[in-house]
């Protein structure tokens, strides 16, 4: 693989750009493998990533229905942060947050994270009270996060409306520095071209129909392009993740849910930062194209279609307009949906199954997008040895028949 | 936006319903019996299906009634909506 620099654009100009070498190969897919992953987006070419750099696992594949970053990865307002509650998901989002911050440099892809910094808005009192607890929490965990008061905010965001006299007034935020953005799809890209420049085979196009099995230990996959043989199945599917479970007769504690997305048409630099809030329910930021990336919650019925209802369209929009009346002419370029895993504790399972050999990594719900590379480190370290690493050990299927909860649902910064 | 046909006040708009999940799970007569896997199964498992799916919604801006649908998770097209305590025609539970 030839690596991206300055003296490769400088080169690769002089042939109009005509001779760059195909960033990843597609191969057609082999008898068998050490570890397959299902899905190719940017948790599973994450896991790949890791297995192969960080455990030497070489000859694994990953499979894909569609096209790599399709799904959820492209179809995210990308928020990266880690400003969670409680101490499990603290640890491993930080975790994520410490990979992002050398990622560009370790896949030799830019994937432009940007460090713009994360605003949670508080409209109530009792928000403001569950901010300072985790802002409180966040810096015992080492994480950054300070609360900032209704004048700080409009110090930094002068056109947000603080008014005391709106419906739900802006009383105080708490922030983290190291939060920002990511672009999505360089994510899924440069995941997936450090992966294969290490030997891992991205098949795209390529659909798991069947999981087989020798009594509790998982033998190969079927696919739309024949059956492969291995003995380690890894499953990141999000949304999909009950019809492959489906397949290996598990039942999963998941409801696959639409969460919608928008795009404004492109407009001059005007928010250098991340708004969320929990209370009217919706994010923005700007992207350095231009558009505004907004988002809000899911549609509230279980659904597979990758689109999403009316009546959520304009919940978001109306929270939008709540705290920025100012968008109030921005016209919405696009909009769009992706089917997310939604776990009852609003937390991610990464960890083993019943089944020998058989591995989810799922129920990321709405906020998979920040936990792209830890959670492909954790799965990763789960996959190759057979058992959770420390920081995902927490995250098991069992929790949910041993009642042992990781309750982020409402604790969390956000709009789960 | 989905048209929810509430058996007892007709053709409504999406938005005065809330979804309000997997429809006939009964609750266990004897929670005390139950094992940890079946009780966290009645909790939590849902099935999620991929097509055609039974589920309760809630005429929440209306009669505030609850009621089945058959509704398609795919398509979202509604092939039947049905009382509570009863079940999809041709299906017995």
Redesign the interface.
């Known amino acids: 693989m030839n690596k991206y620099s300055i003296f490769s654009l400088a080169r690769n100009a002089l042939s109009h750009h005509e001779n760059w070498q195909k960033a990843w190969r597609s191969p057609e897919p082999k008898k068998a493998y050490d570890a397959i992953i299902v899905g190719g987006g940017g948790h599973g070419l994450a896991t790949a990533y890791y297995l192969a750099s960080e455990h030497g696992m070489r000859n694994i594949a990953v499979l894909e229905k569609g096209w790599i970053g399709g799904g959820n990865t492209g179809r995210n307002t990308t928020i990266v942060r880690s400003n969670y509650l409680w101490d499990e998901s603290a640890n491993l989002y930080e975790k994520s947050m410490k990979l992002w911050e050398g990622l560009s440099q370790e896949l030799n892809y830019n994937v432009m994270f940007s460090q713009r910094g994360v605003y949670n808005l508080g409209h109530t009192l009792q928000d403001l009270r569950d901010i300072q607890r985790r802002v409180n929490a966040n810096r015992l965990n080492g994480i950054d996060g300070e609360f900032v008061t209704t004048e700080q905010i409009a110090e930094r965001i002068p056109f947000i409306n603080t008014s005391p006299d709106s419906r739900y007034p802006i009383l105080g935020a708490s922030f983290q520095p190291r939060g920002g953005t990511a672009r999505h799809d360089a994510v899924a890209w440069g995941f997936a071209r450090a992966a294969d420049s290490l030997g891992v085979d991205i098949i795209q196009n390529c659909e798991v129909i069947g999981i087989r099995r020798d009594g509790a230990q998982v033998t190969g996959v079927e696919t739309s392009r024949g059956y492969i043989e291995t003995p380690k199945i890894g499953v990141v599917v999000a949304g999909s993740t009950s019809v492959i479970a489906e397949m290996a007769e598990l039942r999963m504690p998941i409801e696959s849910h639409p969460l919608q997305a928008f795009v404004s048409e492109p407009i001059k630099p005007i928010l250098d930062t991340v708004v969320m809030s929990n209370a009217v329910h919706g994010y923005v930021s700007q992207s350095d194209k231009g558009d505004l990336v907004i988002g809000a919650g899911i549609d509230g019925y279980n659904g597979y279609g990758q689109r999403g209802g009316f009546q959520t369209i304009e919940h978001t929009m109306s929270a939008i307009m709540e705290l920025f009346p100012v968008f109030s002419r921005v016209r919405m370029n696009r909009q769009w949906g992706g089917i997310v895993d939604v776990c009852p504790d609003a937390c991610p399972i990464i960890g083993t199954t019943p089944i020998k050999g058989l591995y989810f990594n799922c129920g990321w719900g709405t906020g998979g997008f920040k936990a792209t590379p830890g959670s492909g480190w954790v799965f990763a370290h789960t996959v190759a040895n057979d058992a959770p690493h420390e920081l995902n050990a927490a995250f098991s299927l069992e929790r949910f028949i041993t009642g042992a909860l990781i309750d982020e649902h409402g604790a969390a910064g956000v709009a789960h | 936006?989905?048209l929810i046909p509430c058996p007892w006040c007709g053709e409504r708009?999406?938005?005065e319903f809330?979804?309000a999940?997997?429809a006939h799970i009964a609750r266990p007569l004897d929670p005390d019996s139950l094992t940890?896997?079946e009780?966290?199964?009645y909790?939590?498992?849902?099935?999620?299906?991929?097509g055609w799916?039974r589920?309760q919604w809630h005429h929440t801006a209306g009669c505030r009634r609850f009621f089945n649908v058959l509704?398609n998770?795919?398509?979202?097209e509604i092939k039947q909506v049905y009382k509570i305590g009863e079940f999809p025609q041709g299906e017995e539970q």
């Open positions: 936006m989905l708009d999406e938005s809330t979804c999940g997997e940890d896997d009780w966290g199964d909790l939590f498992h849902r099935t999620n299906t991929k799916h589920e509704r998770t795919v398509t979202y």
